[in-house]
């Protein structure tokens, strides 16, 4: 129809032939079959008709060779009619042997809830009490606009043919094909939506082919059940809007021949105002500006010029966006040896039962789960990762780096408001990555080097710099979970949580079948992008004057954090101060009790200056001096 309609705008005699039917007669009446629609909300229209002495055979040549080239399997001379004319015409059909339609009867309806099918590839389905199904006097024979029953197919010992020719509602279709995990070349086109009044043309079609190839006869008059006819869509078409919309002045006449080529009826012309009427198979425009889009597909995008000059409103872009700051991270892990990984939304809520951290209470569920390996949405992108590794360790890949950007979906009662129901839902993009296995293995140059948690730490250090998120005006807290035995979590100061890294719960592990450490990091992407938003670049020169570095061992107590220490020194000197480093610590044999030891490197430089003695250990003074008063420190 579409090449139809853009050829004619070069060459107007040129029209869309559809295949004839004026040869259709019912040759007798040997075999009626009563047919009743008993639920009209879920098919629109239903007809059939009944053909006899029909031989089942090999397809034709000809045939065989056009279904083999659109990649359809031939079956036989019946089914391949059907199938022909789905690609041909659009529109599915379904060929029931008549041998099956116990009571010669057809009844379009929905089944109790529970009731067993067995369909045509052999599998028992237990039916939904919405499914429509197509029906003989006692038991289903069919999914209706879905799938066949493996009793009522086409068979080599065939010779009555019930061949059905419907329209059925796009979502009862739809919601049916998801709940059976099916998808078909029928319910495909039932979905999107079939054109109700092409339903009976297609049917004598399918019958004078089908008579043709197997030297059937058509057997009684034609059924068809249609309870509410639809003409078509109505739509108000202002020329001026379609000039405005497509950005060029079209002639009225271009614009009322390109709806004619479209099949499109102008009901009444008010000048500007152009009352239409769409016709009921394109069910994809139903409003002014779906006519505009298809004026102008006809018309032609390459024949709409440029206008001289350009109008838009420049809006300086808010850097950095959340697309260019996943790019930047996924080519910094990748570059460091990651891979990226991309696992399912939906998950087992088996994973959550005895879970506190990520409750299965909070979890978002699915109203009709393909299975109950897919039943809920994710808390945590986790297990996905942990599916993942365990199928790669399964296939002998056991030094794995992964990392994935995903949503996580959360329900929470709590937080419901009175009226609101999505008030209790919150969907948050995360980061997370997993390390497992060696990052080195065994090698002439050195040994084997396993991943620690530290490795974890180091990549998710490296994204907060490349980020430019200061690592020091982050908080900072240990603990541990239901699914990390130790874990690290880093808060802004305003108390939100940017990411949590640790190893995960053996426990956990054992359930993957994963009998080897697991390193995770869970990053709350929208969370640091917050962060990042606030980052100012900042360019300086480079430095023109030495650094110099200084050492210190500090004895403490045990209970006193290296962070302590860092955060000390900068609240002390913020001028000269560059870095705080640890390089060791000792614990143990000539240390008093309940004391330890860090060896921490000072690294101090002027920006205008070179550093004299007496200013460094001025500076060095001053950090001992802090140190002894606000921890006890001494050194050693």
């Not at 900072?476 to 035995?485: C, F, K, R, V, Y």
Request: proline share 4%; with cysteine; aromatic share 8%.
């Amino acid at each position: 129809r579409d090449l139809a309609a853009y050829l004619r705008q070069t060459n107007p005699a040129v029209k869309l032939e559809r295949p004839s039917v004026e040869a259709f007669a019912v040759d007798n009446h040997d075999y009626p079959v009563a047919v009743t629609l008993e639920n009209p909300e879920a098919c629109l229209r239903y007809a059939g008709i009944t053909l006899t002495n029909v031989k089942v055979a090999e397809s034709p040549k000809w045939l065989k060779d056009r279904l083999s080239l659109i990649g359809v399997r031939p079956i036989n001379n019946v089914v391949d009619v059907t199938n022909y004319l789905l690609h041909e015409l659009g529109q599915p059909l379904h060929a029931f042997d008549g041998a099956s339609i116990k009571g010669d009867q057809v009844r379009v309806r929905m089944v109790d809830h529970g009731t067993h099918f067995i369909t045509l590839d052999g599998v028992e389905r237990t039916l939904d009490g919405n499914d429509l199904m197509i029906c003989n006097a006692t038991e289903p024979m069919c999914i209706g606009g879905v799938f066949g029953g493996l009793d009522s197919g086409v068979t080599e010992a065939t010779t009555k043919v019930f061949l059905e020719s419907a329209c059925f509602s796009p979502v009862h279709i739809r919601k049916t094909a998801r709940r059976h995990g099916l998808n078909t070349d029928a319910s495909f086109r039932f979905e999107r939506g079939v054109d109700p009044n092409a339903v009976v043309y297609v049917l004598k079609r399918a019958a004078l082919m089908i008579k043709a190839l197997t030297g059937a006869s058509i057997s009684s008059e034609i059924v068809d059940i249609y309870p509410e006819p639809l003409d078509g869509f109505k739509v108000e078409l202002s020329l001026d809007k379609v000039n405005r919309l497509i950005g060029k002045e079209l002639s009225k006449e271009t614009v009322l021949s390109i709806l004619d080529s479209l099949e499109i009826i102008v009901e009444a012309d008010k000048g500007d105002l152009l009352s239409l009427l769409v016709p009921a198979y394109r069910v994809d425009v139903q409003r002014d500006v779906d006519v505009i889009e298809d004026i102008l597909r006809i018309y032609g995008y390459n024949r709409v010029e440029f206008t001289d000059t350009m109008r838009s409103t420049i809006v300086p872009s808010v850097k950095p966006d959340n697309h260019s700051m996943q790019h930047l991270v996924s080519e910094q892990l990748t570059a460091n040896g990651f891979n990226e990984i991309l696992t399912n939304s939906l998950t087992a809520a088996s994973y959550y039962t005895s879970l506190t951290s990520v409750p299965e209470s909070h979890c978002v569920r699915l109203l009709n789960p393909l299975s109950n390996e897919l039943s809920v949405m994710r808390q945590t992108l986790l297990f996905g990762g942990l599916e993942s590794i365990a199928y790669n360790r399964n296939r002998r890949k056991t030094d794995l780096r992964f990392y994935e950007f995903g949503n996580c979906y959360h329900y929470d009662a709590d937080v419901k408001r009175e009226g609101d129901v999505l008030s209790a839902y919150s969907e948050e993009m995360h980061l997370g990555i997993w390390m497992t296995g060696c990052k080195q293995e065994q090698h002439w140059s050195g040994p084997q080097v396993k991943f620690t948690v530290y490795d974890l730490k180091a990549a998710v250090h490296s994204i907060f710099v490349r980020l430019g998120v200061r690592i020091d005006q982050c908080v900072l807290t240990e603990g541990s979970s239901d699914l990390l035995a130790h874990d690290l979590t880093y808060t802004t100061k305003n108390g939100a949580m940017l990411a949590t890294l640790g190893q995960v719960q053996p426990g956990l592990l054992k359930s993957f079948d994963i009998d080897v450490p697991v390193f995770f990091a869970d990053v709350r992407w929208d969370v640091l992008l917050g962060a990042v938003r606030r980052h100012t670049v900042q360019f300086t020169e480079l430095p023109r004057y030495p650094e110099v570095r200084r050492d210190l061992a500090l004895l403490v107590d045990e209970h006193v954090r290296f962070e302590t220490i860092e955060q000390i020194a900068f609240a002390t000197e913020r001028k000269l101060l560059r870095t705080v480093t640890l390089f060791d610590v000792y614990e143990g044999k000539n240390l008093p009790a309940g004391k330890k030891s860090y060896a921490v490197s000072f690294v101090l430089q002027d920006l205008s200056q070179t550093l004299t003695e007496d200013k460094i250990d001025a500076v060095m003074g001053k950090l001992i001096k802090q140190y002894e008063q606000h921890i006890g420190a001494s050194l050693r």
